[in-house]
């Protein structure tokens, strides 16, 4: 299987702060690769340092074999990394339909004068083009009956899919999902869990995704890479992970007899033991 995301040696300083200490890991096509870790363990730190918007002290990341450490953040979605953020980033007066639309900005061929031309230049060919991808992705995660609706006037879970919908039009073929389940309650979570599953498998993308949430985690990823104190601690199966002493070592507190999530809910303890 080739290699999709190859992150090598990687170092991330702010001030005394070290946010991350030589951490390397790859992430294969078609792989669901998730990165758990307590609070502070610096998952967004990476996530950050890939999709451009922290440049690594120290270290390089290479997709598909382009070395993309001092890229700027606006030459990722170029190359087919797309991103969904942990706090959401959408545009909350926008319509749904329009925030979806916006994903695929960097898609649009036509400019300002050719799509003044727009029957003759292809722009109006090319702007249904784009209606029928962004209705594909409706679609796909059932967001027909919200559409039009204001993005800003949609509950949380609702919100969060919107986004996942907004990175997806970008067409990625690595697509980042930071916390994508935060917030949510237990059937949101399962639908996003099948959503994440399913445009993996059926869209073919590459996912790398941070979530707290372990059982989700252990559930539906392919590997999964533990951070603790900025430092790489595990990679493994989901089963190997658990069961590695230096991952219960950084989820428990020297006293605690179940292993616990960061939020200090019990997790899968029976696979733990
Ligand atoms: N912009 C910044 N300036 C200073 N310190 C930062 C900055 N971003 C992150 N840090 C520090 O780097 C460390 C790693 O933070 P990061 O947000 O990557 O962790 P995390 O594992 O994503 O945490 P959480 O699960 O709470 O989101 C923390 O000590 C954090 O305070």
């Not at 979806?100 to 003044?116: A, Q």
């Not at 994508?180 to 309650?185: Q, Y």
């Not at 993308?205 to 559930?219: F, G, L, S």
């Amino acid at each position: 299987m080739a290699v999709a995301l190859d992150v090598r040696g990687v170092s991330l300083r702010f001030g005394g702060v070290r946010a991350l200490t030589d951490v390397s890991f790859a992430v294969n096509d078609g792989e669901l690769f998730s990165i758990i870790g307590p609070n502070g363990a610096g998952k967004t730190s990476i996530v950050n340092c890939i999709s451009g918007r922290y440049r690594p002290t120290e270290g390089q990341l290479f997709y598909h074999g382009t070395d993309i450490t001092g890229l700027n953040p606006n030459a990722r979605p170029g190359l087919g990394i797309g991103r969904t953020f942990q706090n959401l980033a959408l545009f909350h007066h926008m319509s749904v339909l329009d925030n979806i639309m916006v994903g695929r900005h960097h898609l649009l061929k036509n400019n300002f004068l050719t799509g003044s031309l727009y029957w003759l230049t292809g722009a109006r060919k090319e702007e249904l083009e784009h209606r029928r991808k962004v209705e594909e992705i409706i679609d796909f995660l059932d967001l027909q009956s919200v559409r039009k609706a204001t993005a800003g006037t949609l509950p949380y879970g609702l919100r969060k899919r919107v986004e996942l919908a907004r990175a997806m039009a970008l067409e990625p073929n690595l697509i980042l999902l930071d916390e994508p389940m935060a917030g949510m309650n237990f059937e949101e979570k399962e639908d996003m869990a099948r959503y994440i599953v399913d445009l993996n498998e059926e869209y073919g993308m590459t996912v790398m995704m941070i979530e707290h949430d372990m059982d989700v985690v252990m559930d539906i990823s392919h590997r999964v890479m533990v951070l603790d104190f900025g430092r790489k601690i595990a990679e493994g199966d989901p089963a190997a992970v658990l069961a590695d002493p230096h991952v219960k070592r950084a989820y428990l507190g020297e006293e605690d007899e179940a292993l616990v999530d960061p939020d200090h809910a019990p997790i899968v303890a029976e696979s733990a033991a």
